[in-house]
């Protein structure tokens, strides 16, 4: 199977075509969304990092601006730097430029502050919105597509109904060449023995074990009991009791799929077929994650209904509860509910989301493009602010 | 007829609902090919789990065939399970 996308210097393939606006540090967001409302075509991504943290936590923010960078969705890239901060801005313009991408820099400090930042910087990224114009949509092969997958505000109805239908869509993903990036490590917990099973083989099993084994670690050492943190009141709510069932319900998403290898957050990878990525399971940090590992559709089952998109990668909710359907369709793009009342089988459900994946990956937007909620995005790190 | 829970395994000690089931219905529960008819006490809302038979406190707790957590009580056929009692036994910083 095939869809339309823009084929980048670099060999990979966008199925959006903007001019990205990143903010390198957190004192930068109001300019870069202040040239991105200003220029059609331009997408700001806004951030709380980059500034007074520990080393081992700014490289994570370099690394994940220079995913964000260089995910083919974005035709050209304009860097709003502060002019002071711990982010390496120039080794954020050299890798970008490294894929053949157009790059600028502007600094606010350098520009003399923010009026005649936004200005100047909106005159750059319009050159950027004519040339990324030229650009036409070509046909491109189902290998190209790198699938991000996500839970999120998770009720009993997805382990049952769209997980699973969703982990159909990753077995004929990964069977036709393509790529699926699953992170949520938090959400491994309980059903990290099933999911080793899985793995290509013991070194992958092993390097997937010890995300699962650092974060729970993580959460150990603040000294509380997770529960109330994962899985979360709204999770509860919707009938999950413990954190071991929300991950045999998560991990439902990477259906039968070998996974091939296993990266740290926001690492692109390097092999084709089902991978899993280190990442919490909190929607502003795993998006960012899966944009910077160069996803370039991203499927997001929910059931209780969660809204989240993100600037530039278009996310397709799909949920399994019948009632969030009818009551949240400003924000789902589709159900599988028939799937719970046998009405529909999961090969069929796994299909219509594969459908979906291409038509979206083709230009069809979706409900979190349309309504533009993707505002409100974040770069995991793990040490203090300090 | 339609059912109301479904069970995944058929070791599973616990259903989820998959409608809104009334207080005193006997509910439809699938489990695995069978059905049983599982009288209930409470209500269930969809989503939530009960009891497809006794389980004994300190019991683990059985879904997709798999341990989902540990009864903290005894919960009868029927009953209502969910973090009243059952609990979690990853991820606790609260046990180290």
């Excluded at chain 1, 083989?201 to 074990?209: D, F, G, S, Y």
């Excluded at chain 1, 995300?211 to 999950?240: H, S, Y």
């Excluded at chain 1, 299909?351 to 994946?357: F, T």
């Amino acid at each position: 199977m095939n869809f339309m996308g823009y084929r980048r210097s670099d060999g990979r393939v966008g199925t959006r075509n903007y001019v990205g606006i990143l903010s390198t540090v957190v004192c930068a967001n109001e300019v870069a969304r202040g040239i991105a409302t200003q220029v059609k075509g331009a997408v700001a991504f806004s951030h709380q990092q980059g500034c007074c943290q520990t080393p081992p936590d700014l490289e994570r923010v370099t690394k994940a601006l220079i995913g964000l960078g260089t995910n083919p969705n974005l035709a050209a890239v304009l860097l709003v730097s502060l002019g002071c901060e711990g982010t390496d801005v120039q080794r954020v313009a050299q890798a970008i430029a490294a894929t053949g991408k157009p790059v600028q820099i502007i600094g606010i400090q350098d520009e003399g502050g923010g009026a005649k930042t936004t200005a100047k910087g909106v005159l750059m990224a319009q050159q950027m919105a004519v040339e990324a114009s030229r650009l036409k949509r070509e046909e491109c092969s189902t290998a190209d597509l790198v699938v991000g997958l996500k839970c999120g505000s998770s009720d009993t109805t997805q382990g049952l109904s769209a997980n699973p239908a969703l982990g159909v869509t990753v077995e004929r993903l990964v069977a036709e060449g393509g790529t699926a990036i699953m992170g949520e490590v938090t959400e491994f917990i309980g059903g990290e023995h099933l999911l080793a099973k899985q793995c290509k083989n013991e070194a992958v099993a092993k390097k997937m074990l010890f995300f699962v084994d650092r974060m729970e670690q993580r959460a150990k050492a603040t000294g509380a009991d997770m529960r109330g943190g994962q899985p979360t009141p709204g999770n509860i709510k919707g009938g999950l009791t413990t954190i071991e069932e929300k991950s045999l319900g998560a991990i439902a998403k990477a259906g039968s799929a070998i996974v091939q290898d296993a990266y740290e957050y926001g690492e692109c990878p390097q092999v084709k077929g089902l991978v899993v990525m280190d990442s919490p399971g909190r929607e502003p940090e795993l998006l960012t994650g899966m944009a910077a590992a160069g996803a370039n559709v991203i499927v997001f089952t929910t059931g209780r209904g969660a809204p989240q998109g993100f600037p530039f990668v278009p996310v397709i909710k799909v949920t399994g509860n019948e009632k969030t359907w009818e009551h949240l369709r400003d924000h789902m793009d589709m159900s599988v509910h028939g799937v719970m009342d046998g009405d529909e089988s999961l090969v069929q459900a796994g299909s219509r989301i594969y459908e979906k994946v291409l038509e979206t990956a083709s230009g069809v937007e979706t409900k979190a493009e349309i309504s533009g909620y993707a505002q409100a995005m974040d770069i995991y790190v793990t040490g203090p602010v300090i | 007829m339609r059912r109301h829970a479904l069970a995944i395994k058929k070791e599973d000690n616990v259903a989820t609902a998959i409608r809104d089931i009334a207080a005193g219905e006997a509910a439809v529960v699938g489990i695995d090919d069978d059905t049983l008819a599982i009288p209930v006490g409470q209500a269930i809302v969809l989503g939530h789990k009960l009891a497809v038979r006794l389980i004994k406190k300190g019991e683990d707790i059985l879904k997709y065939g798999t341990v989902i957590g540990r009864a903290t009580q005894d919960i009868q056929p029927g009953e209502h399970v969910h973090v009243h009692n059952v609990e979690s036994t990853r991820g606790r910083g609260d046990l180290a």
